[in-house]
């Protein structure tokens, strides 16, 4: 009896300290990226909003085993909705603006979710490639709506509750975009722990089984890609507000490629994974491109061809692996 | 007592081969009910016809006297028929507590809730762990299913079954892969069940069946040859004939 109500209680307060530990990581992460690069926030903040993205992807595709290389037509589409309310109809309040890519990417989310999940396996991924070329071309043609390839500009978001302003130094914007990440971050623990997270790592594993419990796959899975398009959404959102211009590569087909990279880098399946594998990729990129502009690219190809092929399960995933085996080994 | 589940002339072939020939039954309330055959004799396929995993040619199915046989496999669960499958399909990174505990939120109609976990609703907890203790599972219930053996997870794949709570059952072959030391335990769970749901289970343990069952079932390459009781199974000369040289043989020498 004794036993038992240890193991009862061990569980849930695992995971508050592990809710802990992760609310700490990105405050001290960015409290450290503040410190180290104070000239470069704007870098910080873009991978801020990728990290987002990428935390939206492992959502359906990690959580849920939804192959997609479409994933930034829900973060684009956040980005296109937060820029066209403050360009053309005067939703500068950046709150508000935030509210818009929400949305934007929420509705992206449910189209792409009814279309991609009518299939499965490689069909699946053809149709999210298809869709992010449409979703682009699109963008492209409604060119008076959203500037077409010079990008949508005119984007210029009041002061953040009205007293701070968003600075050329890209403070503001930076601090706004922590504050989102944790926000985000915070919720999506509660979201994956819920019995609506327990019903998609289930749908991961044997959609037939959890039909077999009386649940539907579907619907679950399209209420989890219309979270993941607000998710993403914020992100395209806090790029909007950062940059102040909306491009047509926040909708690229490169975009959701390389947000699946990232996320496969850091580990698929965990929140921390999808953060960790976004902030080593875009600090990667973005040092080796600048202190070797001709052979970058392969450099970021041997990264992954080594992680990949030493670390499969990703970054973290390989790095808990390690430590809850040493863990298990002490007791 | 009125039926709760009627099968009416179920037809199902595959490719050419007739799986399920013409088999029709009723189940009231409370009955107790074994499916028995040889190998191959179509009882998993019944199983999913019924269940609507698969469609059959021709046949009705009806729950409570209402057709279902259009309604998909998820309206039929949520109507009360319930199956557990002959090879486990359990979640392995999941834990026996987050199978049961998925199974009784899915149930309530609380599955789909985003907040909360089920670790800190006690009447969730509560029903799950009495549930996994009356199967043997406590000590394991937080435990990965891949880190569990075989033998534990027939036992949880019964354990989901029974969380659901039923009106109909239908066990696939609940014990194989069971050690003989723990058919015990799912004898006792089927034994407090509520009196007035249906179970029909396939099983080929005959001192199992004879013990659970107050009506036996015999399909033999797709058709029902005997549907009569215990007793008499033994004596029909139809069934003796299918089983000739099957296990049937091999337990009455045992
Ligand atoms: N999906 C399927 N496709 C083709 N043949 C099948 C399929 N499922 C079962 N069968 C065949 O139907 C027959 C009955 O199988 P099954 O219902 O599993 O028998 P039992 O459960 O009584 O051992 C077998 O000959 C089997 O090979
Ligand atoms: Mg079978």
Request: charged letters at 15%.
């Given at each position: 009896?004794?036993r ?109 979710g ?17 869709l ?35 600075d ?39 959609p ?37 211009v ?22 698929t ?26 052979h970058?690219?392969t450099?970021?190809g ?27 080994k002490?007791? | ?25 009723s ?108 199967l ?11 880190e ?18 039923p009106?109909?059952l ?33 099983e080929?343990?005959?001192d199992?069946?004879?013990?659970f ?30 089983y ?11």
């Amino acid at each position: 009896m004794n036993r038992e109500t240890v193991t009862k209680t061990m569980r849930p307060n695992r995971s508050i300290t592990r809710d802990l530990i992760g609310i700490a990581a990105i405050i001290v992460a960015s409290a450290l990226g503040y410190l180290l690069f104070p000239d470069n926030l704007a870098l910080l903040t873009r991978i801020i909003a990728i990290a987002l993205l990428v935390l939206s992807l492992d959502l359906v595709t990690g959580y849920c085993g939804v192959a997609t290389l479409g994933h930034a037509a829900l973060f684009g589409s956040g980005a296109y909705a937060a820029g066209i309310a403050a360009a053309h109809y005067g939703i500068t309040d950046p709150l508000l603006m935030t509210l818009a890519g929400i949305l934007g990417g929420a509705i992206a989310g449910l189209i792409c979710g009814v279309i991609i999940l009518r299939a499965h396996g490689l069909p699946q991924l053809v149709l999210s490639i298809s869709l992010i070329y449409l979703f682009h071309e699109f963008a492209n043609k409604a060119s008076s709506w959203t500037g077409g390839s010079d990008g949508l500009s005119g984007i210029s978001p009041d002061p953040l509750f009205g007293s701070f302003e968003f600075d050329l130094w890209g403070q503001t914007a930076y601090v706004f975009g922590v504050f989102l990440l944790l926000a985000v971050f915070v919720l999506l623990r509660f979201l994956v722990r819920s019995p609506f997270g327990m019903l998609c790592r289930g749908i991961k594993e044997d959609p037939m089984r959890i039909m077999a419990m009386g649940a539907s796959p579907k619907i679950t899975l399209i209420k989890m890609y219309v979270i993941s398009g607000a998710v993403a959404g914020i992100g395209g959102a806090l790029n909007a507000i950062s940059t102040q211009v909306v491009g047509l590569d926040s909708l690229s087909f490169t975009q959701s490629a390389e947000a699946l990279v990232m996320l496969v880098l850091g580990g698929t399946g965990s929140l921390f994974g999808a953060l960790m594998g976004t902030v080593v990729f875009m600090l990667f990129e973005d040092y080796v491109s600048a202190a070797n502009p001709f052979h970058w690219l392969t450099m970021v190809g041997a990264l992954l061809i080594g992680v990949v092929l030493c670390a499969p399960k990703g970054l973290y995933g390989t790095a808990a692996d390690i430590i809850t085996r040493r863990l298990e080994k002490r007791t | 007592m009125s039926a709760v589940f009627d099968v009416l002339n179920l037809k199902k072939a595959f490719s050419g081969l007739t799986v399920t020939n013409d088999v029709s039954l009723s189940m009231a309330p409370g009955d107790r009910v074994a499916l028995i055959g040889p190998n191959g004799a179509g009882k998993t396929t019944f199983v999913n016809l019924v269940t609507g995993s698969l469609q059959p040619v021709s046949g009705e199915v009806r729950l409570n006297g209402q057709t279902v046989t259009k309604i998909n496999a998820i309206g039929r669960v949520r109507r009360g028929l319930v199956r557990s499958f002959q090879v486990t399909r359990l979640f392995q990174e999941m834990t026996p507590a987050e199978h049961v505990a998925l199974a009784i939120l899915q149930r309530d109609g609380r599955a789909g809730k985003m907040f909360g976990n089920f670790l800190s609703m006690p009447e969730v907890l509560d029903e799950a762990s009495g549930l996994l203790a009356k199967l043997g599972l406590a000590d394991l219930m937080h435990r990965k299913v891949s880190e569990i053996a075989y033998g534990q997870q027939r036992l949880l794949e019964i354990a989901m079954a029974l969380a659901l709570k039923p009106k109909v059952l239908l066990l696939d072959e609940p014990a194989a892969g069971v050690p003989q030391s723990d058919t015990g335990r799912i004898e006792q769970a089927l034994a407090d069940l509520p009196s007035d749901l249906a179970v029909l289970m396939i099983e080929h343990d005959m001192d199992l069946v004879f013990r659970f069952a107050k009506r036996v079932i015999v399909l033999a390459a797709g058709t029902i040859i005997f549907d009569g009781s215990p007793a008499d199974v033994t004596k029909d000369a139809a069934v003796r004939e299918a089983y000739l040289g099957s296990y049937a043989n091999a337990s009455h020498a045992a």
